[in-house]
């Protein structure tokens, strides 16, 4: 199955961070890379590379990476300056070396951000994505309750804009990208996923309000409006979807302040 | 030897499953509590069952080998997903998709589990539209479907080309719901290393946490694993390059059997290898055949000329051709051995001459170029970055590539294996595909699976539990395991050798492609069987795994599931060669019809092999599950 590569030409220098956990300092160190094919992706670069590490004795470049298409959301190199590099709506795993050029030196990082910490060289810790949808990125719906499939239509802009927000890979590339590591577009990617849809109304306000409580809690700053984050967004979700966050969210604050708490749930009958 | 009893209910075919779920078990609320679920993986058939254990009162405690649960490679899937909805009126029921699968599968599968998938895939579509995954709709707001190969109704429901993402999604945003509220206890980047069994029963597993390296016990009254299929044995596969078979294997040297493990999917469209450094093939999503027209030039000379220069008289629409009734939409086996024939005989395209045309110019000139952008955009994108080719203005070049495995452990009608205590689903199990899936029925199987199924059957299991007599994870059989996952680190961090992991990974590949791929010989396989041994010791005295134990070590990572997958991968070729017949994935050139089609040996094969270790260096066990079927007559498939 393998076949003849293309004749190899590209010579590149990587220049990575290295940083063996946590709390040791991190360093940028230079490896040569001759001999290099333009259909290779930049995984695959960095796989050559730590091959090459790994048979001289050396410890390899730690990095994060899993599906290699671009839907994972796993990697996550800032590439000379650029949070997934050079590409415009795609994940670092979809760049290919065809986008540099003989003898560049590239500059290799991991996502940098206070709430994503360096695990090791270019991993990072993602977590707090993971804890924001638990606050409240969902519609609770039991496996087993649901109506018709077909019972509440959905007017085709309405899916299809809810579909263009829900395309978020969760990869951090907007907080990278972001000079006030600000969560906001990837917070309203799902808020807005979920309440464009007649099924995401019930819990609408209590979504939205939870969410940007725990962004806010787990130390990610807020949007000033500079967009960066659509730009480096591997899926170019749109900077709108944060206005109908603060949309969402205003209203929600509103409605909470005048809305009399219910008495209390459950108990009584029985 | 293993007892392998279906445990299929009796009863006609339809009401099989509504007569079980009647006549099993029931664990009471205040008593659900008391039990402890552990669920290995987190894609659809993992997300799927923690969460809804969790929602019955289970504590269920999820363990992932990714940074989170949301990049399980059910993430990837494209195309879209079954059910027997019938919204479109074009004659389709739960009989029909049964049918269907069951025929797709050429007749491997065991009839019951099919018909069951078929009657709970309409559920599927309603959970998922209540927890806001955005299929695709009409302009009236229902819900649009599209047509899959191995199918004459359009019964497919997606969302864009990425239907998997938004339905693990939803499958992810059910299981943040539960991890918020307390109900799930979730471990992240902690990959299974062993299963513990204590008193015959699966009751725990071993646990290395790929950040501090830490070993960890964790015990519970029943295990399931959903970690997914074993195609990364091929090393170049649609897979993720982190998809692997350690907990399966694990669970299987611990003796569950694994049930035909040859049967290999290899999907038709995947764009073309183009170096020895490809870490990765990626897939054309099927929906494209619903569109797109696949071609060989009728001349050899024309192989290198550009598309675009060979004149409508010069091209072979070969699936068209050969297969007039299903055309492009014949099913994964059947087109992806046409198009290899076709490279064969010398008619393939492209730099490596390994490739078809799957060409959209028809489409084109049908729906314009905004029509077909509309529907298949993001595969065109994605077909863009890797070839820097446009398929808007020249055919695609696709080439069959390694994409799903059917194979897998064994279960029973329960989906607990040979273990008591042991559960399996989704790709990990061998269950509901015989040996060919067709396309949109593996994120129906896992959702199906966990939705639906494992929260009835478990309780069966469970009601025969005491509540609280689950074993300490300080028990003997536990420090055992521990011990042993512990030795089998520091052995491959003290090899030193010469050569990375990738190395091993890359080789074993090769064999596997070459001899066990899509075309096998008895030559071929025991030539297979002569070379995997030998690299299995090559690896275990030259490869080199930098690093310690106690941090992120990524090559120890690749390491252990590397071993696992060259000890994988000889039982495949033993299965393969000892399975003497033709049936969907699994090709054996000795048994084809004439025409080159699949030769089935119903009074010989026509059942499962379910593998049984019996320790290392002994030849494993082959068990045999007869199919029996009732209800459906077995005959040749006929895409014709």
Known sequence: ?270 | MATLDPKIPSGPLADKWRKHKADIRLVNPANKRKYEIIVVGAGLAGASAASTLADLGYKVKNFVFHDSPRRAHSIAAQGGINAAKNYQNDGDSVHRLFYDTLKGGDYRAREANVHRLAEVSVNIIDQCVAQGVPFAREYGGLLANRSFGGAQVSRTFYARGQTGQQLLLGAYSALSRVVGAGLVELHTQSEMLDLVIVGGQAKGIIVRDLVTGEIGRHAADAVILATGGYGNVFNLSTYARGSNATAIWRAYKRGACLANPCYTQIHPTCIPVSGDYQSKLTLMSESLRNDGRIWAPRKKEDGRKNPNDIPEADRDYFLERIYPGFGNLCPRDVASRAAKRMCDEGRGVGPTGLGVYLDFSDAIKRLGEAGVRERYGNLFDIYHEITAESAYQTPMRIFPAVHYTMGGLWVDYNLMSNIPGLFVLGEANFSDHGANRLGASALMQGLADGYFIIPYTIGDYLAGQKPGSRPSADAPEFKAAEDHVSGMTARLLGIKGRQPVSHFHKRLGKIMWEHCGMARTKAGLAQALREIPALREEFWAGVNVPGSADTLNQSLEQAGRVADFIELGELLCLDALTREESCGGHFREEHQHPDGECKRDDAGFAHVAAWEFQGAGRTPLRNIEPLNYEFVKMSVRNYK
């Open chain 1, 1 to 270: 199955m393998v076949a003849p590569s293309t004749p190899p030409h590209l010579s590149l220098t990587l220049r990575v961070w290295r940083q063996a956990g946590p709390s040791q300092p991190g360093r940028f160190v230079d490896y040569a890379a001759p001999g290099l094919s333009p259909d290779m992706s930049f995984l695959e670069l960095l796989d050559v590379v730590n091959d090459g590490l790994t048979t001289k004795g050396e410890e390899p470049i730690a990095f994060a990476h899993d599906c290699r298409e671009g839907i994972c959301g796993t990697c996550s190199c800032t590439i000379n300056g650029k949070p997934h590099g050079p590409g415009q709506g795609v994940a670092t795993c979809q760049i290919y070396l065809r986008a540099f050029r003989d003898g560049d030196t590239i500059v290799v990082e991991p996502f940098r951000a206070r709430a994503f910490p360096v695990v090791k060289d270019l991993v990072t810790d993602r977590a707090a994505f993971d804890k924001i949808q638990q606050a409240g990125g969902f519609i609770t719906a039991r496996a087993g309750s649901a109506p018709d499939a077909n019972a509440a239509p959905v007017p085709k802009p309405a899916a299809d804009l809810a579909m263009d927000a829900a395309a978020c890979i969760g990869c951090g590339a907007c907080v990278a990208a972001c000079k006030n590591a600000s969560a906001m577009l990837f917070v309203a990617a799902k808020v807005s996923h979920l309440g464009l849809l007649p099924q995401g109304q019930p819990e609408r306000d209590k979504r939205v309000l939870a969410m940007v409580g725990t962004m806010d809690a787990l130390g990610f700053g807020n949007c000033t409006n500079q967009y960066e984050c659509s730009a480096a967004c591997p899926k170019l979700i749109s900077h709108d979807f944060i206005a109908r966050l603060n949309r969402d969210y205003l209203a929600a604050t509103v409605r909470s302040a005048f809305q009399p708490a219910p008495a209390g749930t459950g108990g009584g009958a029985g």
